[in-house]
């Protein structure tokens, strides 16, 4: 049995610190009921005393969301403690984080003052928090450039003073992942009392090492990590989340997972993304448009003969529906052929060779290989030449028996048929199969939306499979029925060709 690993989502909070990241309640509400589907521990919703907006926020997360801990961040100051308890007041387990500067940069520069006065503070603030909500979070910020010793007594007087989790935040991203791993374990070893709280690792990435820094930090004995969605924080930003939770699903042999559902990453980062406008950079780790795309022939060829040639994840396990092979004029013949045969086209030997030299000549000039210029690479006819053509389409949906009316041309003539299904869709499949008598099975459907919007093109994908022939056909419409109609007829086509 693994050991748990609590994950506390500071999206809302240290991601939402980022300039022009900011959200309004309602898109704050919606991020975390995702957040909740997603299954973190904890989501840190703001920092109530900041201003009316996120103590709002605050509020409203905590009757949004029933399963993680909702917490609050404040500084070690009494007011601020009292406004995030109110903010709490509905939250159904509320958590209450507050912290001070420990390191000497901070001691001094920062509060002017001591080492010892800052532990008072410390103690004092996390013994006021206890007075409103049982769980207590107490942070050390700047602990990355903090005198262990000196933490080591913070972070023993504040567990002493009634703090369920302490955490060690490397606030400026400081810590290389040996230090930070040396630092957790010194405390493990050195504090009176540690197993009484759960340490948490907050690490930033201003060197690029957050995630290795969290990780560093877990394997050392840390039992929460505090991360974001897609990585997003101040600066150079937070340790993301998907990357832990990934990291551990990979490396099974350290013995820690998380309760995260990692099918829900991908649809999770690209809703934080669009919410609050920071795109995802290609080649982000697990997220990344790229993180599953093959574009070199040899790493094609790899795939194609075996996923784990050249994948350490799968794909689905991250919520995308396959990985992607993408032709460039550094593609191979393996996928070459694999995304013709995709396209209903089965070329080898001498076909295939002559193929592939149109085709680089293509691609040296593209950057953006289409299914089109695949096909007029290999001669397929014309959407007008094809065996048989939708002429007219015709469906009745709603609270009725779902109708449709389709007619085609075929061969030279027109024919038209009418059935009804469970759906728009399935009436006219139906329709047409009583004009193709040939058995074609449907094998699989997708409908995807190409980006957002209910005014969205839907993109249909469909594989048929006929005798020993399996084929896939493709349409696109803002009309799903019409594009599903359209996949259909361009499978049908593909096989009988
Ligand atoms: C590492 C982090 O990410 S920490 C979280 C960072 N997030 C934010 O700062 C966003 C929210 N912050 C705010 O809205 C404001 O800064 C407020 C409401 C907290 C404070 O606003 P102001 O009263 O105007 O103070 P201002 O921001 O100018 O300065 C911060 C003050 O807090 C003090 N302070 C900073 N951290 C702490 C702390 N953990 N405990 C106690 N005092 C602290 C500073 O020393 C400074 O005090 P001073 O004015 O006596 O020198
Ligand atoms: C407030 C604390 C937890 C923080 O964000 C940091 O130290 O980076």
Do not use: W
Request: glycine share 8%; charged share 25%.
């Amino acid at each position: 049995m693994a050991d748990k690993l609590y994950i506390f989502d500071t999206t809302l909070r240290d991601g939402e610190q980022v300039p022009g990241c900011q959200l309004n309640t309602v898109e704050k509400i919606e991020v975390a009921r995702q957040l909740e589907l997603l299954g973190v521990d904890v989501i840190e919703a703001g920092f109530p005393v900041s201003s009316p907006g996120d103590f709002n926020s605050v509020r409203e997360i905590s009757k949004a969301v029933t399963q993680p801990t909702v917490c609050a961040l404040t500084r070690a100051v009494e007011k601020d403690i009292e406004v995030a308890a109110d903010a709490l007041k509905y939250a159904k387990r509320g958590r209450i984080h507050t912290g001070i500067g420990t390191s000497d940069e901070h001691i001094r520069y920062k509060f002017n003052s001591t080492r010892e006065e800052v532990l008072q503070r410390a103690v004092a603030a996390v013994k006021y928090a206890k007075r409103f909500v049982e769980d207590v979070e107490f942070y050390a910020e700047d602990a990355g450039r903090s005198d262990n010793e000196y933490l080591a007594r913070v972070v023993e007087a504040v567990i002493k003073a009634g703090a369920t989790v302490v955490n060690i935040p490397d606030t400026t991203g400081y810590c290389l992942p040996a230090e930070y791993a040396a630092k957790i374990a010194y405390l493990m070893e050195h504090v009176d009392g540690v197993h009484r709280a759960v340490l948490s690792t907050h690490c930033h990435n201003d060197l690029g090492m957050a995630t290795a820094n969290s990780l560093a930090g877990i394997v050392a004995g840390a039992r929460q990590v505090e991360c974001t969605i897609n990585g997003i924080g101040e600066r150079a930003g937070n340790t993301a989340l998907e990357e832990v939770v990934m990291a551990l699903r990979c490396h099974k042999e350290l013995g820690i997972d998380t309760d995260i559902d990692t099918k829900r990453l991908t649809s999770t980062s690209r809703l934080v993304s669009s919410l609050m406008n920071m795109p995802v950079q290609a080649n982000k780790a697990v997220v990344g448009r790229n993180a599953f795309a093959h574009s070199s022939g040899i790493h094609q060829d790899g795939v194609l003969k075996n996923r784990e040639s050249y994948e350490i994840m799968n794909p689905e396990d991250v919520g995308l529906s396959d990985n992607a092979i993408v032709l460039t004029a550094r593609s191979g013949r393996a996928a070459l052929k694999h995304r013709l045969e995709q396209l209903g086209y089965l070329l080898e030997g001498d076909s295939l060779a002559k193929a592939y030299e149109k085709f680089l000549v293509l691609a040296d000039n593209n950057k953006n290989i289409q299914d089109e210029d695949l096909l007029a690479l290999v001669g397929a006819k014309e959407k007008k030449d094809r065996h048989i053509q939708l002429t007219y389409l015709q469906v009745l949906s709603g609270t009725l028996v779902p109708t449709a009316t389709v007619r085609v041309q075929i061969g030279g003539s027109e024919v038209t048929a009418t059935a009804t299904g469970n759906g728009p869709i399935d009436a006219s499949i139906n329709a047409i199969r009583t004009i193709i008598k040939d058995k074609i099975t449907l094998q699989e459907f997708l409908i995807q939306a190409m980006t957002k919007g209910s005014n969205d093109l839907g993109r249909v994908h469909m594989q048929l499979v006929y005798g020993k022939v399996s084929v896939h056909g493709f349409a696109i419409n803002s009309d799903i029925t019409l594009a599903a109609v359209e996949a259909y007829i361009d499978g049908v086509n593909k096989a009988l060709a």
